[in-house]
């Protein structure tokens, strides 16, 4: 099975940078994925990342480290647009995603 | 290219009475996905389809829960007889067919509200 860790909150001000990290623990791993999702809507892709590193994708990138079963969302130049939940996602070997119970970001003028 | 589309988008019911769910997948994904969301938490998945079969329905409650995919394409969720605990956003995702190494990434639907009283 999976056990995916998240924060609950994070708050910051607009501009500045919120790291939202994921921690799992996984009996199979394919990838990890992160997904947005403002409240009432559907989850939205952000990011996959199979491999060890960094994968930067304009104001967001993702870190894995599979060694560390750890994964973080790096969020730059926060706009007021980008409160909402992230949710961190692992594929097991048999692509079935597991989700995270979601990291809500507020960001404050 | 137009998304996954669910109905109803709201559903308000008592305790005991049946609902269903109804999702068309984006066109050409030979997979969907049923899933649950309680609010606060991530998505659950309850049931996944390749095509019209069924391959994992492992965390779907089968003594209330059923889904089929007659005709590989559009899909329904049924609850009868609901309960209070079923209220959540049911959140249908559809994903292509694999490529290769290339995973794939799945597609949400806009989910639909259900409220159990």
């Known amino acids: 099975g999976q056990n995916i860790d998240q924060p609950t909150e994070m708050t910051a001000t607009e501009g500045a940078i919120v790291q939202i990290n994921c921690t799992y623990q996984?009996?199979?791993?394919?990838?990890l994925f992160w997904y947005q999702q403002h409240a009432g809507e559907a989850p939205t892709f952000l990011s996959y990342n199979v491999l060890d590193g960094l994968e930067e994708k304009g104001r967001f990138s993702s870190f894995l480290s599979r060694s560390k079963g750890y994964s973080y969302l790096l969020l730059k130049e926060l706009q007021m647009k980008d409160s909402a939940s992230y949710l961190c996602a692992v594929l097991s070997n048999d692509y079935k995603l597991s989700f995270g119970a979601g990291t809500t970001v507020t960001v404050r003028a | 290219e137009a998304g996954v589309a669910q109905s109803p988008r709201y559903k308000i019911i008592e305790k005991r009475q049946s609902v269903a769910f109804w999702c068309n997948p984006i066109?050409?994904?030979?997979?969907l996905y049923w899933y649950q969301q309680i609010l606060g938490q991530g998505p659950k998945l309850l049931i996944q389809?390749?095509?019209?079969?069924?391959?994992?329905d492992s965390q779907l409650p089968k003594d209330r829960f059923s889904a089929e995919r007659l005709k590989g394409v559009d899909s329904t969720l049924k609850i009868q007889p609901a309960k209070l605990e079923d209220s959540a956003v049911y959140l249908c995702a559809s994903s292509p067919p694999g490529q290769g190494h290339l995973v794939e990434t799945q597609y949400f639907g806009p989910g639909t509200r259900l409220l159990v009283l």
């Open positions: 066109s050409g994904h030979a997979t």
């Open positions: 389809f390749q095509n019209n079969g069924v391959v994992d």
């Open positions: 996984t009996s199979g791993f394919n990838g």
